[in-house]
């Protein structure tokens, strides 16, 4: 299943003005990265993939649409969250994740 060409369109709009953005294939959808580090990806299942602080991850699992990831049925290391668009419906809660993204590349 290719990644959601729209959410990836919102993505590149919500990163412009970053440093060295580049897309990249990786997880079976786009990957999104900024001054060479994984920030965010549009996967496969339309969800927007973050990248975050491992130590914040159980505050964020609480916002809507946030889950653990999985990768081939087992779950994802701490650092990783997945949102599906209950919590990427807006542009401002979409700028809100790939902020909590880019908090963790500047940390």
């Not at 990265?33 to 609480?62: F, I, T, W």
């Amino acid at each position: 299943m290719p990644y959601d060409e729209q959410l990836a369109d919102r993505i590149r709009h919500a990163l412009t003005g970053q440093p060295a953005v580049r897309e990249v294939a990786m997880f079976g959808g786009l990957s999104f990265m900024v001054d060479d580090k994984l920030s965010v990806a549009a996967d496969s299942h339309g969800r927007l993939m973050v990248r975050c602080d491992p130590d914040r991850v159980d505050e964020l699992l609480e916002r809507p649409g946030a889950s653990w990831p999985e990768m081939r049925g087992k779950p994802m290391s701490r650092g990783w969250i997945v949102v599906d668009d209950s919590g990427t419906g807006s542009d401002e809660d979409l700028a809100w994740w790939i902020g909590r993204a880019l908090d963790h590349l500047t940390a």
